[in-house]
Protein backbone atom coordinates (compact mmCIF):
# COMPACT_ATOMS: atom_id res chain seq x y z
CA UNK A 1 0.00 0.00 0.00
CA UNK A 2 1.47 3.52 -1.06
CA UNK A 3 1.67 5.86 2.10
CA UNK A 4 4.13 8.61 0.92
CA UNK A 5 2.78 11.31 -0.80
CA UNK A 6 4.96 14.10 -2.77
CA UNK A 7 2.45 16.73 -0.59
CA UNK A 8 -0.37 17.72 1.31
CA UNK A 9 -2.98 18.03 -1.41
CA UNK A 10 -2.23 14.98 -2.90
CA UNK A 11 -2.28 13.13 0.58
CA UNK A 12 -6.17 14.49 1.15
CA UNK A 13 -6.75 14.15 -2.51
CA UNK A 14 -10.45 12.01 -2.48
CA UNK A 15 -10.31 12.43 1.77
CA UNK A 16 -12.16 16.11 2.13
CA UNK A 17 -15.91 16.53 1.98
CA UNK A 18 -18.81 19.14 3.57
CA UNK A 19 -19.54 18.62 7.15
CA UNK A 20 -17.14 15.83 8.20
CA UNK A 21 -14.94 15.71 11.14
CA UNK A 22 -11.45 15.93 11.26
CA UNK A 23 -9.48 15.53 14.17
CA UNK A 24 -6.59 17.43 14.52
CA UNK A 25 -3.41 17.45 16.61
CA UNK A 26 -1.29 19.55 18.27
CA UNK A 27 -1.03 21.89 21.52
CA UNK A 28 -0.89 25.46 20.97
CA UNK A 29 1.96 25.92 17.93
CA UNK A 30 3.62 22.74 18.96
CA UNK A 31 3.10 19.60 16.85
CA UNK A 32 1.03 21.43 14.73
CA UNK A 33 0.13 19.75 11.34
CA UNK A 34 0.34 23.32 9.64
CA UNK A 35 0.91 21.79 5.67
CA UNK A 36 -2.42 19.76 5.90
CA UNK A 37 -3.88 22.59 7.37
CA UNK A 38 -2.80 24.57 4.74
CA UNK A 39 -4.45 22.15 2.13
CA UNK A 40 -7.81 21.68 3.81
CA UNK A 41 -7.92 26.10 3.86
CA UNK A 42 -6.79 25.68 0.06
CA UNK A 43 -9.63 23.13 -0.60
CA UNK A 44 -12.08 25.04 0.59
CA UNK A 45 -14.37 22.74 2.34
CA UNK A 46 -16.91 24.26 4.76
CA UNK A 47 -18.88 22.76 7.46
CA UNK A 48 -16.33 21.01 9.37
CA UNK A 49 -16.41 19.65 12.80
CA UNK A 50 -12.68 19.74 14.66
CA UNK A 51 -11.70 17.98 17.49
CA UNK A 52 -8.73 19.72 18.71
CA UNK A 53 -7.00 20.64 21.88
CA UNK A 54 -7.22 24.15 20.84
CA UNK A 55 -7.72 26.35 17.28
CA UNK A 56 -4.10 27.80 16.72
CA UNK A 57 -3.98 31.25 17.51
CA UNK A 58 -5.10 34.06 14.97
CA UNK A 59 -4.14 33.27 11.30
CA UNK A 60 -1.95 30.36 12.00
CA UNK A 61 -2.84 26.82 12.38
CA UNK A 62 -6.69 25.80 12.57
CA UNK A 63 -6.94 29.94 12.93
CA UNK A 64 -6.96 29.69 9.33
CA UNK A 65 -9.77 27.63 9.08
CA UNK A 66 -11.65 29.86 11.15
CA UNK A 67 -10.80 33.15 9.08
CA UNK A 68 -12.07 31.48 6.16
CA UNK A 69 -15.52 30.60 7.96
CA UNK A 70 -14.65 26.37 7.20
CA UNK A 71 -15.60 25.68 10.69
CA UNK A 72 -18.96 24.65 12.26
CA UNK A 73 -17.88 23.45 15.16
CA UNK A 74 -14.67 23.21 17.45
CA UNK A 75 -14.51 20.07 20.35
CA UNK A 76 -12.03 22.13 22.34
CA UNK A 77 -10.49 22.70 25.52
CA UNK A 78 -8.50 25.67 25.33
CA UNK A 79 -9.41 28.91 23.65
CA UNK A 80 -7.82 31.59 25.12
CA UNK A 81 -5.08 32.52 22.77
CA UNK A 82 -7.45 32.88 19.60
CA UNK A 83 -9.68 36.17 19.56
CA UNK A 84 -11.41 35.34 16.29
CA UNK A 85 -12.58 31.82 17.86
CA UNK A 86 -13.37 33.97 20.44
CA UNK A 87 -15.46 36.89 18.59
CA UNK A 88 -17.00 33.81 16.33
CA UNK A 89 -18.67 31.73 19.69
CA UNK A 90 -19.44 35.41 21.24
CA UNK A 91 -21.44 36.20 17.98
CA UNK A 92 -23.01 32.35 17.62
CA UNK A 93 -21.18 32.04 13.86
CA UNK A 94 -19.18 29.41 15.48
CA UNK A 95 -20.77 25.87 17.98
CA UNK A 96 -18.26 25.12 20.70
CA UNK A 97 -18.59 21.90 22.58
CA UNK A 98 -15.66 22.46 25.50
CA UNK A 99 -14.28 19.71 26.55
CA UNK A 100 -11.66 18.97 29.76
CA UNK A 101 -8.18 18.79 28.09
CA UNK A 102 -7.57 15.48 29.88
CA UNK A 103 -11.21 13.98 28.95
CA UNK A 104 -10.67 15.27 25.60
CA UNK A 105 -7.27 13.16 25.28
CA UNK A 106 -9.32 10.14 26.59
CA UNK A 107 -12.32 10.66 24.67
CA UNK A 108 -10.12 10.29 21.30
CA UNK A 109 -7.80 7.58 22.79
CA UNK A 110 -11.13 5.97 23.53
CA UNK A 111 -12.76 5.90 20.25
CA UNK A 112 -8.98 4.43 18.81
CA UNK A 113 -9.52 1.97 20.65
CA UNK A 114 -13.45 0.75 19.95
CA UNK A 115 -14.75 2.26 23.48
CA UNK A 116 -17.71 4.29 22.40
CA UNK A 117 -17.55 6.01 25.88
CA UNK A 118 -16.71 5.97 29.64
CA UNK A 119 -17.59 7.31 33.08
CA UNK A 120 -15.52 10.38 34.58
CA UNK A 121 -15.61 12.45 37.82
CA UNK A 122 -14.22 15.37 35.71
CA UNK A 123 -16.72 18.15 35.31
CA UNK A 124 -19.12 16.81 38.19
CA UNK A 125 -21.50 19.46 38.96
CA UNK A 126 -20.79 21.76 36.56
CA UNK A 127 -21.68 22.83 32.98
CA UNK A 128 -19.45 19.77 31.36
CA UNK A 129 -22.25 17.24 32.89
CA UNK A 130 -24.91 19.11 31.37
CA UNK A 131 -27.42 16.59 29.46
CA UNK A 132 -25.22 13.67 30.23
CA UNK A 133 -25.67 10.45 31.79
CA UNK A 134 -24.41 10.54 35.49
CA UNK A 135 -23.54 7.26 37.16
CA UNK A 136 -22.52 6.17 40.95
CA UNK A 137 -19.84 4.09 41.60
CA UNK A 138 -18.84 3.14 45.47
CA UNK A 139 -20.64 6.39 46.69
CA UNK A 140 -19.11 9.09 44.06
CA UNK A 141 -20.78 10.24 40.67
CA UNK A 142 -19.21 9.97 37.09
CA UNK A 143 -20.56 11.17 34.01
CA UNK A 144 -20.89 9.63 30.67
CA UNK A 145 -18.27 10.41 27.69
CA UNK A 146 -18.55 9.81 24.09
CA UNK A 147 -15.25 8.48 22.49
CA UNK A 148 -14.46 10.19 19.42
CA UNK A 149 -13.88 8.98 15.96
CA UNK A 150 -12.90 11.03 12.97
CA UNK A 151 -14.02 11.01 9.58
CA UNK A 152 -10.00 11.73 9.00
CA UNK A 153 -7.20 12.62 11.20
CA UNK A 154 -4.57 14.97 10.94
CA UNK A 155 -1.20 15.23 12.83
CA UNK A 156 2.67 16.00 13.36
CA UNK A 157 5.41 13.91 13.90
CA UNK A 158 9.05 14.27 14.14
CA UNK A 159 10.39 11.17 11.69
CA UNK A 160 8.70 8.51 10.55
CA UNK A 161 10.14 5.50 8.09
CA UNK A 162 8.82 4.45 4.92
CA UNK A 163 6.27 2.26 6.90
CA UNK A 164 4.73 4.88 8.56
CA UNK A 165 6.10 3.90 11.78
CA UNK A 166 6.59 7.59 13.67
CA UNK A 167 8.10 9.26 16.38
CA UNK A 168 7.16 12.64 18.09
CA UNK A 169 10.01 15.05 19.98
CA UNK A 170 9.45 16.34 23.02
CA UNK A 171 6.55 18.37 23.32
CA UNK A 172 4.73 18.02 20.24
CA UNK A 173 3.94 14.39 20.96
CA UNK A 174 1.12 16.25 23.03
CA UNK A 175 -2.57 15.50 21.64
CA UNK A 176 -1.10 14.10 18.26
CA UNK A 177 -0.09 10.66 19.63
CA UNK A 178 -4.17 9.63 20.76
CA UNK A 179 -5.46 11.66 17.40
CA UNK A 180 -3.33 9.54 15.42
CA UNK A 181 -5.88 6.58 16.29
CA UNK A 182 -8.90 8.62 16.47
CA UNK A 183 -9.83 7.92 12.75
CA UNK A 184 -9.61 5.13 10.30
CA UNK A 185 -7.99 7.27 8.11
CA UNK A 186 -4.55 9.17 9.53
CA UNK A 187 -2.83 11.42 7.24
CA UNK A 188 0.51 12.14 8.83
CA UNK A 189 3.08 15.19 8.06
CA UNK A 190 6.91 15.02 9.26
CA UNK A 191 9.74 16.57 9.34
CA UNK A 192 11.83 13.74 8.34
CA UNK A 193 11.23 10.37 6.51
CA UNK A 194 13.79 7.38 7.26
CA UNK A 195 14.43 4.27 5.92
CA UNK A 196 12.46 1.38 7.44
CA UNK A 197 15.03 0.10 10.01
CA UNK A 198 16.53 3.45 10.82
CA UNK A 199 14.22 3.73 13.88
CA UNK A 200 14.57 2.17 17.42
CA UNK A 201 11.93 -0.25 17.38
CA UNK A 202 11.54 0.30 21.39
CA UNK A 203 11.59 4.27 20.41
CA UNK A 204 8.15 4.43 18.11
CA UNK A 205 5.37 6.34 19.40
CA UNK A 206 2.65 5.17 16.72
CA UNK A 207 3.05 2.20 14.83
CA UNK A 208 3.09 2.44 10.52
CA UNK A 209 -0.59 0.35 11.08
CA UNK A 210 -1.80 3.65 11.72
CA UNK A 211 -0.50 5.96 9.41
CA UNK A 212 -2.31 5.31 5.80
CA UNK A 213 -1.03 8.57 4.28
CA UNK A 214 2.21 10.20 4.99
CA UNK A 215 4.18 13.34 3.95
CA UNK A 216 7.40 15.08 4.94
CA UNK A 217 6.45 18.62 4.99
CA UNK A 218 10.33 20.03 6.09
CA UNK A 219 11.22 23.18 6.07
CA UNK A 220 9.45 24.42 8.84
CA UNK A 221 9.49 27.65 10.74
CA UNK A 222 9.49 27.32 14.26
CA UNK A 223 7.25 29.85 15.52
CA UNK A 224 7.02 31.14 19.25
CA UNK A 225 3.23 31.21 20.74
CA UNK A 226 4.52 33.93 23.10
CA UNK A 227 7.78 35.76 23.51
CA UNK A 228 9.20 36.83 26.94
CA UNK A 229 12.25 38.83 26.96
CA UNK A 230 13.79 40.73 30.05
CA UNK A 231 16.40 43.43 30.26
CA UNK A 232 20.22 41.89 30.31
CA UNK A 233 21.99 43.09 33.54
CA UNK A 234 25.08 44.84 33.63
CA UNK A 235 28.25 42.54 34.12
Not at 18 to 37: N, Q
Not at 60 to 71: M, N
Not at 99 to 111: D, N
Not at 166 to 178: D, G, H, I, S, Y
Request: proline share 4%; glycine share 12%; charged share 25%.
Amino acid sequence: MKKIYPDATTALAGLLRDDMTICCGGFGLSGMPERLIDAIEASGVKGLTIASNNAGIDGVGLGKLLRSRQVKKMISSYVGENKEFERQYLAGELEVEFCPQGTLAERCRAGGAGIPGFYTKTGVGTLVAEGKEVKNFDGQDYILERGIVGDIAIIKGWKADESGNLVFRKTARNFNQPMATASLMTVAEVEEIVPVGSLDPDAIHVPGVYIKRLICGAPYDKRIEFRTTRERTAA
